[in-house]
């Protein structure tokens, strides 16, 4: 079972290569990046299997042993979360290749497969990654990979919003360097199973300069306010698809190297006020931003950051309940988020633009898109029993059995907060849906146009990505289950250091 751990990494980053040799022949790409992603979805089922079998799974690449070696580890965790991203990173390419077809965007530049397969490997890469060095390349990799596709099809917009997000990245990433070397410096390690051993040993203060270091550097690439400007300002200017797997998984990823460091290394309960009073922010800026803006994808953007709120929320309380909550939004998050962004894409193609001002009458024109559409936004408002009700609930219920006046008052806001978003995706609906086109509205194409066997694909994937939200609600027991056992494992990581440096050879 232990070639299934580096599969979901190895898979695409040889499938990038491929198709970065043949880049010119766009049949051919249309056919094995598809392929490719269905393989890492195929992984990724099989390493949940074995988990859910064997338990923490750990591989040294190289042969040389922990912590000197190269490690990948899948706990139930990072299992999950690889196999539900997988899975959404074989919609989008769907959606792409089936957008293509369809000859809305037939001039798309071959170099989108090799750099989407890119940075499919570098998200399997991040979930995996046992040290931080091999997590900063992860990241690394993300970063080339998205820049690429952030600024297909240039525009002075896009490059400007590219610029905006790789300098804001970069950042970062200095930081990142910056905190690995001082790590290094002070245990002389940076493997992550060692390191839960030894920074315990280090003096208080250097441990909580390293937490808050490591909590810029993740809050910055995660848009924890105050850390969240260069989102709203990057993504919106993306081709749709592509602010999809970026919103998807993008912060996602960082968010889970925030859980994965302060869980391993500096789980410090006692201080984690911080981490909630910058949940409160978040989940406050983000979603009152929401509110501010006409645009559905800034909106939609602006929501993402609100809600990086309710994960960061889950961390700071430091409890298995909070975890667990955590774990089942970041899945229900993963879904929901690349479904909208399919779903303005539809809405963009068959309304002409993506402005309130100038939308209406969508639900006239097509009553499917408007179902899409109306479904995954009252998950993410969490209006029951959608799968986001069942996260929010399960944050709720874990801030409340915290105890103490900064719980309930964190709880409160997230609370207040769902109220926001269900306005701001009522105020969508109810401009661009139920009310009459306005006149300066952009002519919407002739329907014959709209009924290409593409498009039809197009609304097939996202058809079944609004299923997989319904999904996760139905199935909430059993997940529910499987991320109480993750988040018992990270609160008590013996098994996870075993399996690095002891067990890696079994």
């Known amino acids: 079972m232990n070639v299934l751990v580096p599969l979901p990494f190895a898979l695409p980053l040889l499938g990038a290569a491929l198709a970065m040799v043949s880049r010119r022949r766009n049949t051919w790409l249309r056919v094995l990046a598809p392929l490719v992603a269905a393989g890492v979805v195929g992984a990724a089922a099989g390493l949940v299997a074995a988990v859910a079998r064997d338990g923490t799974i750990a591989v040294q690449l190289g042969g040389h042993p922990a912590p000197l070696g190269i490690t990948l580890v899948a706990d139930r965790l990072s299992a999950l979360l690889v196999t539900v991203s997988a899975a959404v990173l074989l919609a989008i390419m769907l959606h792409a290749v089936a957008e293509g077809a369809a000859g809305l965007d037939g001039r798309e530049p071959g170099v989108f497969y090799p750099a989407y397969l890119a940075l499919t490997a570098g998200v399997c890469l991040l979930f995996l990654a046992g040290d931080l060095f091999n997590l900063f390349v992860a990241f690394e990799i993300m970063l080339a990979s998205s820049y690429v596709l952030m600024t297909l099809t240039p525009t002075a917009e896009r490059m400007r919003a590219g610029m905006t997000y790789t300098v804001v990245s970069l950042t970062s990433s200095i930081l990142f360097l910056t905190a690995l070397g001082l790590t290094y410096a002070a245990t002389g390690t940076v493997n992550l199973a060692d390191l839960s051993g030894r920074v315990a040993d280090l003096p208080a203060g250097t441990r909580t300069a390293l937490g808050l270091l490591f909590l810029v550097v993740f809050g910055i690439k995660g848009a924890i306010v105050p850390m969240h400007l260069w989102l709203p300002d990057s993504y919106p200017v993306a081709v749709t698809r592509v602010t999809a797997v970026f919103a998807a998984l993008l912060t996602k990823a960082a968010v889970y190297a925030l859980i994965r460091v302060q869980t391993l290394l500096f789980p410090r309960a006692h201080e984690s006020w911080i981490m909630l009073g910058l949940a409160a922010a978040t989940m406050v800026v983000g979603t009152l931003g929401a509110l501010a803006h006409d ?173 997989a939200g319904l999904l996760i609600a139905v199935f909430a027991g059993p997940l529910s289950a499987w991320s109480r056992r993750a988040a018992t494992d990270l609160l008590d990581p013996a098994a996870y250091r075993h399996a690095v440096l002891n067990g890696a050879d079994r």
């Open 295 to 467: 645009d559905i994808h800034r909106v939609f953007s602006f929501t993402l950051v609100g809600h990086i709120g309710y994960m960061l929320f889950g961390l700071g309380l430091f409890s298995v309940a909070g975890l667990t909550g955590a774990i089942l939004y970041l899945v229900h998050h993963i879904v929901v988020q690349a479904t909208l962004f399919l779903v303005s894409d539809l809405m963009q193609g068959r309304a002409g633009g993506t402005s309130l001002r100038r939308l209406g009458g969508l639900a006239e024109l097509s009553s499917f898109i408007a179902v899409l559409f109306l479904v995954p936004a009252l998950s993410v408002s969490g209006v029951p029993p959608s799968s986001g009700f069942v996260a929010k609930l399960a944050l709720f219920q874990a801030g409340l059995g915290a105890g103490g006046p900064l719980a309930y008052a964190v709880t409160g806001v997230a609370i207040v907060a769902s109220l926001l978003t269900l306005m701001a995706m009522t105020r969508i609906w109810t401009l661009g849906f139920w009310r009459p086109r306005p006149e300066e509205a952009a002519e919407p194409p002739a329907p014959e146009s709209y009924t290409r066997g593409g498009v039809r694909v197009m609304q097939s994937v996202t058809a079944v990505l609004v299923a």
